[in-house]
């Protein structure tokens, strides 16, 4: 049996980050028969398999539909069957029975028709089922067809796993700046509200009134806790991390990646409603354009 895989197969036991977009395409051949699969697969919110085989292996594609299940979960997979005969796979023999059949209706034609010439031999043989061929059982097909899927499939996660590795990557290194964003903003907010602070005190000021001291310090507090972001800021540090977890965890996490895009969306906006400075706004505008840069790559992400 000879097979052909046009990618690489899969290595090692672990599932690694896969891409919902991937090809593969793999040829087993024997001496009576050839398989050739093709498989692809496109963005989809579940796994949806169409299988276009022959009649001969239809029988396999309830079976073969179940093992594709096991290695994806998400995705349109759209699997191509074709299945040719080798030069080998089918012999001409001669039907002896049918062939005694003939001899009998013509010596009866020959006996109510004494003059009519014989038939010569290829007339013989162009007679209907008098040559027969060897077919090719069905077990073979079946065999092939089971090879060059386990290949196809290989080859497919492979392809979708090094696609999946790339945007991993591309997350990732949008995670990091991301943290760098927080570091910088986290070191910069207490001269943040240490110049609110002031900024009021200097609105008062030059109004030329004397404030109830008390009183002051009521709104100075209430100001600063409209503006304290710190739960914001927590809040975002630990999606970064849950990101992290669920990237490398070596499972599907397409739909959890999704939600926590929501979730980083959802703190960016509120840090940005409690804007009291420029550098609270650039940040949020920067954190958001980082966030959307990662749902257009986790769209792809099984």
């Known amino acids: 049996m000879t097979t052909t895989n046009d990618n690489l197969e899969a290595t090692g036991d672990s599932k ?16 009576c028969v050839s398989v050739t699969i093709e498989m692809r697969s496109v963005n989809n919110r579940y796994l949806d398999v169409l299988v276009r085989c022959p009649e001969v292996l239809r029988s396999q594609e309830s079976h073969w539909r179940q093992k594709i299940a ?28 049918r062939l005694k059949e003939l001899q009998t209706v013509l010596g009866q034609l020959s006996e109510r028709f004494p003059d009519a010439p014989p038939p010569d031999q290829l007339a013989l043989l162009m007679a209907p089922g008098v040559i027969s061929s060897e077919t090719t059982h069905e077990s073979e097909w079946i065999e092939a067809g089971a090879a060059a899927l386990e290949r196809a499939l290989s ?32 070191a910069a907010l207490p001269d943040l509200q240490q110049a ?14 004397e404030p109830d001291a008390k009183r002051l310090e009521e709104e100075l507090v209430y100001n600063a806790q409209k503006t304290d972001v710190d739960e914001e800021l927590d809040r975002l540090d630990a999606h970064l991390v849950a990101i992290e977890v669920a990237i490398e965890s070596n499972q599907p996490c397409g739909r959890r990646l999704d939600f926590l895009m929501q979730e980083l969306n959802r703190e960016a906006n509120t840090l940005a409603s409690k804007s009291a400075s420029l550098l ?20 792809n992400i099984e």
């Not at 609110?196 to 009134?209: A, C, G, P």
């Open 16 to 31: 690694l980050t896969q891409s919902m977009t991937g090809f593969s395409r793999a040829i087993v051949t024997t001496d």
């Open 155 to 186: 080859g497919l996660v492979a392809s979708r796993e090094e696609e999946g590795g790339k945007l991993q990557n591309l997350i990732l290194s949008r995670c990091e700046a991301f943290k760098h964003y927080l570091a910088d903003f986290r």
């Open 196 to 209: 609110n602070r002031q900024r009021l005190l200097d609105r008062i000021q030059k109004l030329s009134v």
């Open 70 to 97: 096991k290695q994806i979960t998400r995705g349109k997979v759209d699997v191509s069957i074709r299945t040719d005969l080798s030069e080998q796979s089918a012999s001409l023999s001669l039907d002896q029975g």
């Open 280 to 299: 609270t706004t650039q940040t949020a505008v920067e954190f958001k354009v980082l966030i959307e840069q990662m749902r257009e790559q986790i769209q």
